[in-house]
């Protein structure tokens, strides 16, 4: 009981916040997680809100309901938009317990007190923290307001992983967010923002010690990804993980390279800038740290070959659900702008000093990318080996150093320069070093990055040892190449690029000396799960849908109607819907009246029934609404069934929809 009414306790300042913005709340519903509406390997649940439904502007905020006094969900919630509805996810991406219950309120669009706010380059701070640059917050350190997670993926936003705290500027004006483990928060993170209380703005500069600023908010413990700025309340870290997608450190400007790493491999070594800060005791063993180097240029590159993207067609099971969308949310980075056009020829050349083993090892392991990507590596024939046709100029310098131009760099290569090196193996090194270093560096080819240097990677280095270990012999880096080559990350902007994933084929392996929480990073020898993923995600090969068939059941009189979805058999502008009757398991013809509707808007369905075609302009059927069924019951009465099917990720243009009833009694 005890433990219970502790329960009540912390959720009563949520309870009070739920009062309060009730009162300002455009519309207010309960949400309950259930198997059905469970989606994103369990740790989200689904809106299927009419309202919020293809309305990426909506402005959400969602607080969960105790049972008995229990939080089924403890985990810090956000809401984000994805294939046009909205979704209550947990943003330590842990597992969603079915009968989780949610107050969900939303406003349809922004107003003066429902907005959403961006974090953008401008409004970080030195410090990383963020200016929330409002006019409704600026200039009015008295305002209550709330802050929501609100991830929008496909418009390039993010999210942040971290608690945050909010405080007020003074001498800016200003409130400003700062995740509380002092992490820097980045561009394109979003939240929804909901005023409770307008307070009263302020025309001068608050008085006071501006280090204070306006006290600290206080942070709702049983309400996680909820901030009330209460003056004169201390701060309570709620006992939330604060683990979510994306994140990235410190920023790093480049000068006149926007985002771009330029790895300077042949020029001389600046001896004035090696730099040895922490010892590395000599029992530390390092054979196994081997680094490449990523060769790209800031200068524009040629036009990629034209590209129409193929639609993602899923699969219907025999009783009519929908296979779920296999998606990643892009878990290897790869330079956008670098990337080939899915389906292209890549040459590949060698140079004179590649032996036949080591051009046969690397002809036989680069086809592993293209088991996943939906590109195709073709050898320049051998003899004649005209170098000047290929991009992809492979050299095997025996000097332990290896490196690639980063993906369609290689298409300004006219002249057989050299765009790759593999002068770490040779013909009698360990098969899996070899497999390694041809993944990696064909990763690179592909357009993928070091994992590391990843603007999500967030890699706690002891940069001290990390700057000693790589400024002795045998590489004698200066303390900029260290900089360059382990610590800078690349700009979010100019890669594809959200969660990080150190079990990629694309990641090095690190020793727990380097780093200061003893984290360390195993030796990758084959492609990760989520490599193989992502390259299908980014260099998709063409569907092939095959005819889906089965039966629907509707729950009434043991129903049975079954369908057939045939593809590219209309044009592709339609889709042909046909309804004829079947025989029963008494062999006797099902002719009692029958009748599909096909949603043409929120409110009118196109009738099909027996013995008849429809064919529907695809832009016609209002997919936000399913199939309904209805037939005659009791004495002739139509009846509308309470069964419906909404089949339509699986039905583009072009498809036959045919359906068969084929039972409508238990006798």
């Known amino acids: 009981m005890k433990k219970q009414f502790q329960h009540l306790k912390l959720f009563f300042p949520a309870l009070l916040l ?31 809100v009419p309202e919020l439904n293809n309305n990426p502007a909506a402005i959400i905020w969602a607080i969960p309901i105790l049972e008995d006094g229990v939080n089924l969900n403890p985990h810090p919630i956000g809401v984000y938009y994805f294939q046009n509805q909205w979704r209550i996810f947990n943003l330590d991406q842990k597992a969603l317990p079915e009968g989780s ?31 929330i640059d409002h006019s409704a917050l600026t200039n009015n350190p008295a305002i ?38 002092e992490r820097y928060l980045y561009a ?40 009330i700025p209460e003056i004169d309340k201390p701060v309570v870290k709620p006992n939330s993980t604060g683990i979510i997608i994306p994140d990235f450190d410190k920023p790093v400007v480049k000068p006149n390279s926007p985002g771009i790493i330029i790895p300077e491999i042949d ?4 001896k004035k800038g090696i730099i040895t800060k922490t010892s590395i005791p000599p029992s530390y063993d390092f054979s196994n740290v081997h680094i490449c180097i990523e060769k790209a240029s800031a200068n524009s590159l040629p036009p990629k070959a034209p590209y129409t993207p193929y639609p993602i067609i899923p699969k219907i099971k025999s009783n009519g659900e929908l296979e779920p969308i296999s998606t990643v949310t892009q878990p290897l980075s790869g330079i956008t702008n670098s990337m080939w056009t899915p389906g292209e020829s890549i040459r590949v050349g060698f140079l004179d000093d590649a032996s036949f083993i080591m051009k046969r090892k690397v002809k036989q392991y680069v086809k592993e990318w293209e088991t996943y990507a939906n590109i195709h590596f073709v050898f320049i024939n051998d003899p004649p080996n005209d170098i000047t046709k290929a991009q992809i100029v492979v050299g095997f310098q025996d000097n332990g150093l290896d490196w690639s131009w980063i993906g369609r760099e290689a298409s300004r290569n006219s002249t057989g320069e050299k765009t790759m090196n593999l002068g770490s193996i040779w013909d009698n090194t360990e098969e899996s070093e070899i497999r390694r270093v041809v993944l990696h560096q064909f990763g690179h080819v592909l357009g993928f990055i070091d994992e590391h240097k990843a603007p999500t990677a967030g890699i706690p280095w002891d940069r001290d040892k990390v700057f000693s270990f790589f400024a002795a012999s045998p590489r004698n880096w200066s303390a900029g190449r260290v900089n360059e080559e382990i610590f800078s990350t690349y700009s979010q902007t100019k890669i594809n690029s959200s969660t990080y994933d150190r079990l990629s084929i694309m990641h090095f392996f690190f020793p727990p000396e380097l780093t200061t929480d003893g984290s360390s990073f195993i030796k990758n020898t084959n492609l990760s799960e989520t490599d193989k993923a992502f390259a299908k995600q980014v260099y998709p090969f063409p569907p092939t849908p095959t005819t889906a068939t089965g039966v629907l059941e509707t729950g009434d009189d043991c129903d049975e109607i079954e369908f057939t979805i045939e593809y590219n058999v209309v044009h592709s502008s339609e889709v042909e819907f046909i309804l004829l009757p079947g025989r029963d398991h008494h062999n006797a013809l099902v ?9 043409q808007s929120s409110t009118h369905y196109n009738t099909l029934e027996l013995n008849t075609t429809l064919r529907i302009k695809v832009e016609d059927i209002y997919k936000t609404k399913p199939i309904t069924f209805a037939k005659a019951k009791v004495l002739g009465v139509h009846t509308n069934l309470p069964y419906t099917w909404k089949p339509w990720a699986a039905v583009p243009g072009g498809c036959r929809v045919k359906f068969v009833w084929r039972r409508d009694s238990c006798n």
């Open 18 to 48: 739920l009062i309060a913005l009730s009162s300002i709340a455009q519309q207010q519903f309960i949400h309950t997680a259930t198997k059905e509406n469970s989606y994103c390997n369990s740790n989200c649940t689904t809106l299927d």
């Open 101 to 131: 219950k949610f107050n969900v309120q939303y406003s349809t669009k922004p107003d003066a007190t429902h907005f959403k706010y961006s974090i953008t380059n401008e409004n970080i701070r030195k410090d990383g923290s963020a200016y």
């Open 144 to 181: 209550q307001f709330v802050l929501f997670p609100s991830w929008i993926p496909v418009d390039g936003g993010a999210a942040n992983r971290y608690e945050i705290k909010l405080q007020y500027d003074s001498d800016a004006r200003k409130w400003f967010i700062k995740n509380i483990n």
């Open 188 to 227: 394109r993170v979003a939240y929804n923002i909901i005023i409770s209380n307008p307070g009263n703005s302020v025309a001068g500069p608050v008085k006071g010690n501006p280090d204070i600023s306006i006290k600290n908010p206080t942070i709702i413990t049983n309400s996680p990804g909820i901030i």
């Open 267 to 270: 020029k001389p070594l600046d």
């Open 591 to 599: 002719n009692w009246w029958k009748m599909i509707g096909i949603p």
